[in-house]
C-alpha cells in the first residue's frame, strides 16, 4: 500500500534497507515504567492475556501488583539491584542487548544467547514531565538535575532505534488502538505501528532534551561558583 511505499522509500538510505524487516512482532516480553500510569492496569492485562512477561520499576510495580498484575522487578531482572540513590536502576547490557539486537543477525543472536539474555519486544514508559517541575516553588537547579530522566530516556531511545523489531509507546493516549491492534493480531504489533510509535518517541525525547538544554542555559550563572 501507498504507506509501506514511502516508509520503504524512506529506508532505502539505510544499507540493509527493507530486507529484514519483521513485518508482524509477536510481544512476549515487556518494561513498563511510567510516571503517568493512566490507563496503564488495563492496557497490562491485555498484554497478560497474551501471556507476556512484564518487567517494571518500584513505582510502577507497586500498581500492577495492588490491581494483582504480577511482574519482575527491574533488578532482580537484570540480577543488579538499582544504585547512587536510583541513577541506576535499567543502564545494564541485559535490557539494551534485549532491545537493541538485530534479530535476524547470526552474530547477535548468538552473543545474546551466550550471555544468558532474551529479547524484549515492547517499551511502555513515559517519563517525568521536567517542565512541571521547574515551575514549583522553591525547587533549586541541583533538584531539577537529580528528576533528569537518564534510564527510562534510554529505554526509549533503544526501542524506537530497533523499531524494525520492538515496540516502543510513550504516549498513554495510544493505549487502546495499540490493545485493539494485540488483539486483532494474536498480540503482535504491527511493522507500520512500530515505526508511527518510534517517530512518536523520538519526538517526545528531542522536546524533552530541549527543555532540559534550555533550563541549563537560563541558569548557567547559577552554576558558575568560584
Given at each position: 500500500d501507498v504507506y509501506k511505499r514511502q516508509v520503504r522509500g524512506n529506508l532505502s538510505?539505510?544499507?540493509?534497507?527493507?530486507?529484514?524487516?519483521?513485518?508482524?512482532?509477536?510481544?512476549?516480553?515487556?518494561?513498563?515504567?511510567?510516571?503517568?500510569?493512566?490507563?496503564?492496569?488495563?492496557?497490562?492485562?491485555?498484554?497478560?492475556?497474551?501471556?507476556v512477561e512484564i518487567i517494571s520499576t518500584a513505582g510502577t510495580l507497586q500498581v500492577?501488583?495492588?490491581?494483582?498484575?504480577?511482574?519482575?522487578n527491574m533488578g532482580d531482572f537484570t540480577g543488579v539491584e538499582e544504585m547512587m540513590d536510583g541513577r541506576v536502576k535499567s543502564l545494564h547490557a541485559k535490557?539494551?542487548?534485549?532491545?537493541?539486537?538485530?534479530?535476524?543477525?547470526?552474530?547477535?543472536?548468538?552473543?545474546?544467547?551466550?550471555?544468558?539474555?532474551?529479547?524484549?519486544?515492547?517499551?511502555?514508559?513515559n517519563l517525568h514531565p521536567i517542565d512541571s517541575l521547574m515551575t514549583q516553588p522553591g525547587i533549586t537547579p541541583e533538584e531539577i538535575i537529580e528528576q533528569i530522566d537518564i534510564g527510562g530516556m534510554s529505554m526509549i531511545r533503544s526501542a524506537?532505534?530497533?523499531?524494525?523489531?520492538?515496540?516502543?509507546?510513550?504516549?498513554?493516549?495510544?493505549?487502546?488502538?495499540?490493545?485493539?491492534?494485540?488483539?486483532?493480531?494474536?498480540?503482535?504489533?504491527?511493522?507500520?505501528?512500530?515505526?508511527?510509535?518510534?517517530?512518536?518517541?523520538?519526538?517526545?525525547?528531542?522536546?524533552?532534551?530541549?527543555i532540559v538544554a534550555d533550563f541549563l542555559k537560563r541558569t548557567e550563572l547559577e552554576w558558575n561558583h568560584d
Open positions: 538510505a539505510n544499507s540493509r534497507g527493507w530486507e529484514g524487516v519483521q513485518f508482524m512482532t509477536p510481544i512476549k516480553r515487556a518494561i513498563v515504567s511510567c510516571h503517568d500510569k493512566t490507563g496503564l492496569v488495563e492496557f497490562v492485562r491485555v498484554l497478560y492475556d497474551f501471556n500492577l501488583e495492588e490491581a494483582a498484575l504480577p511482574a519482575i535490557i539494551h542487548a534485549g532491545l537493541l539486537g538485530v534479530r535476524d543477525n547470526k552474530l547477535h543472536a548468538e552473543q545474546l544467547k551466550a550471555h544468558g539474555y532474551e529479547w524484549i519486544d515492547l517499551v511502555i514508559v524506537a532505534k530497533n523499531f524494525r523489531y520492538a515496540g516502543v509507546v510513550v504516549n498513554p493516549e495510544r493505549y487502546t488502538a495499540i490493545m485493539h491492534e494485540l488483539r486483532a493480531h494474536g498480540g503482535g504489533l504491527t511493522f507500520e505501528t512500530r515505526h508511527r510509535l518510534a517517530q512518536e518517541a523520538f519526538a517526545s525525547a528531542a522536546r524533552y532534551d530541549q
